[in-house]
């Protein structure tokens, strides 16, 4: 037996044809609906990035434990218990995380990996003097951004381009291997993951008339673009997903080719989508988890069923896919795995299970039975307690500092660490979802998430099912303080938020402030947060307003914004009152300092 997953990063299903979209190039995703099994009902898990992948290995829930983070000593693989019981792992990937701090412990437990260079500011191509770059829409120009467009120098032919070159290696793999027994091969792309830089020919899919600044790399923030300037960056996305189904067709075809459908198993899954202006935001991790990144596309070829051109209606997740692949090869999933092989529902549409989680660490912890959709808010302002739970405590990029060590302390176990002690160390989330409020969907009659319910018998079922899913992943006993849950015993009418929590949400929907609103000045709202933090007075400003960002991650990847910017950003950290509020006090400082 074989089996292939292909991976994509941050495909939004509303931009495929078999999930409804009518004005995107994309023959192969078609193709390929009519080959497999379609899932309608697939979520994530656990978000974003390598906390998603992190679930594909561990078959288990982690953002309520943990952040952006590596392995850990404890976790079990999926891949790795695959090579230790005769099946051969190798991995083909452009996808740059694997080898930053936060991800470093992944690629290591396939047997062989190969990794391509260029995606997303990738560390690659050394260049002392600054690439040219357009006039581009972009508010965070960090060394990412730079080094993105020194890469950019190098992708000219798409030949040459990381996705083009992983997809050549993956159907190498093919070629060389097709006729052994007993493999898994992962092809993952970090594509159509933003920058969406592709190639004319697949833009010439979306011909539109544009002259305005660059844009193909919206910030994480509240749209402030004009309509022209949207529409723009979601055909340069499209123009990205079709490169991607062009690479899927030449999977499909090397398939076809090798006869590899009466035994192999295919996956082609994501790990999340992404917002192109829905909700009026670009991005994800800082609002909640909307349908458009969180329910996910999945199409599962299984040589045993022969299952094609059907849909499946059963909810299922990304923890499902790890023991999936286990069940494959004929090897147990292990008691710590919250999975569930899909074999079943592949053939008839079994049910796996009454209801999924999901949510990212420190944000919304959500629940849905595939109808409805319940995204729980911290109960206080404040969003804690919140701690991170760890061995590896390293960042995405970086390594805890020693700041934040310095509060770290040893706490017992956790029912799946393998009687192994965690590092209990203060968490910082990038938003704050108690300015969103908590938040209750009916998918049938309102699929676009704009009409928040409130129906207390409702969230109180909803409220119930999410406490039972805590209480099954072992959840820290600080995350039911965080939102206001009892660890024990049932949930009542007195748990319940979304109608206490209306206003945040009705404001959270508003348009960000507006620049002319605010004082101007050298020490203000307009200027970089590093200049701020540069001025005694300014800082002493911060500190009382906005100390829980000072100390923590945030402040580092958001020197280079102005508070105004920010606000936009993250609104649950940054609210508009406090910002006026912070506002008035630097006007009161800048007045002194002129005098």
């Known amino acids: 037996m074989k089996a292939v997953m292909v991976m994509f990063d941050t495909l939004n299903r509303r931009f495929l044809p078999p999930y409804g979209a009518d004005w995107t190039h994309a023959p192969s995703f078609s193709r390929l609906a009519q080959r497999t099994a379609t899932f309608d009902t697939c979520y994530a898990g656990s978000m974003p990035c390598m906390p998603a992948r992190r679930e594909l290995h561990t078959g288990r829930y982690n953002f309520l434990h943990r952040g952006w983070g590596p392995l850990e000593p404890f976790d079990d693989s999926v891949p790795q218990l695959l090579g230790d019981n005769d099946v051969y792992t190798h991995l083909v990937t452009d996808h740059l995380h694997y080898w930053e701090d936060g991800g470093a412990t992944y690629h290591g437990r396939y047997q062989t990996f190969e990794f391509f260079r260029g995606q997303e500011g990738d560390a690659w191509k050394g260049q002392v003097a600054d690439p040219e770059v357009p006039d581009a829409i972009r508010a965070r120009r960090d060394h990412i951004w730079r080094q993105d467009w020194v890469n950019r120098q190098h992708l000219t032919d798409e030949a040459d381009h990381p996705q083009t070159r992983t997809f050549d290696a993956g159907l190498e793999f093919l070629r060389t291997n097709h006729t052994a027994d007993n493999w898994f091969l992962q092809i993952e792309t970090f594509d159509p993951h933003e920058p969406f830089f592709s190639y004319d020919r697949h833009k010439q899919h979306y011909p539109h008339a544009y002259d305005g600044p660059h844009f193909d790399w919206p910030d994480y923030k509240q749209v402030q673009e004009t309509d022209e300037q949207t529409e723009h960056a979601r055909r340069e996305y499209a123009a990205l997903l079709s490169m991607c189904d062009q690479s899927l067709g030449r999977v499909l075809d090397t398939m076809d080719e090798l006869d590899l459908w009466d035994d192999t198993l295919l996956i082609v899954n994501t790990d999340h989508g992404l917002l192109l202006g829905e909700h009026g935001w670009w991005g994800k991790s ?126 017992p176990p956790f029912a799946f660490s393998k009687d192994v002690p965690l590092l209990k160390v203060p968490g910082h989330p990038l938003s704050n979802p108690y300015a969103f409020g908590t938040l209750l969907f009916d998918l049938h009659t309102d699929p676009g998430q704009e009409n928040p319910l409130l129906d207390d018998s409702l969230e109180l079922r909803m409220a119930t099912l999410l406490t039972e899913r805590l209480r099954a992943a072992d959840a820290p006993m600080e995350q039911y303080e965080r939102l206001g849950l009892p660890a024990a015993g049932p949930v009542t009418a007195g748990h319940l938020l979304a109608r206490a929590q209306k206003p945040q949400a009705d404001a959270s929907v508003q348009p960000p402030p507006r620049p002319e609103e605010f004082p101007t000045g050298p020490v203000s709202v307009h200027v970089p947060l590093r200049e701020l933090l540069a001025h005694p007075e300014a800082e002493s400003v911060l500190r009382t307003h906005f100390a829980a960002l000072l100390d923590g991650p945030f402040a580092s990847a958001a020197a280079g914004l102005s508070l105004l910017q920010i606000a936009a950003f993250a609104i649950g950290l940054l609210p508009g009152d406090r910002l006026r509020t912070i506002a008035a006090r630097l006007a009161e400082i800048d007045t002194t300092a002129l005098k």
């Open 286 to 411: 800082v609002q909640p988890w909307y349908d458009e990144t969180i329910h996910t596309p999945l199409f599962v070829w299984d040589p045993r069923s022969r299952i094609q051109g059907e849909r499946r209606r059963a909810l299922v997740q990304t923890i499902d896919l790890g023991p999936t692949l286990l069940e494959f090869f004929g090897v147990d999933r292990t008691p710590d795995m919250q999975g569930r092989p899909l074999r079943q529902t592949v053939a008839d549409d079994t049910p796996v299970r009454e209801a999924g989680l999901f949510g990212g660490f420190g944000g919304h912890v959500s629940v849905t039975d595939g109808r409805y959709v319940y995204m729980r808010a911290c109960a206080d302002p404040g969003n804690r307690p919140l701690h991170e739970h760890t061995l590896m405590p390293t960042h995405m990029r970086g390594r805890f500092n020693p700041a934040e060590l310095r509060e770290a302390e040893l706490v």
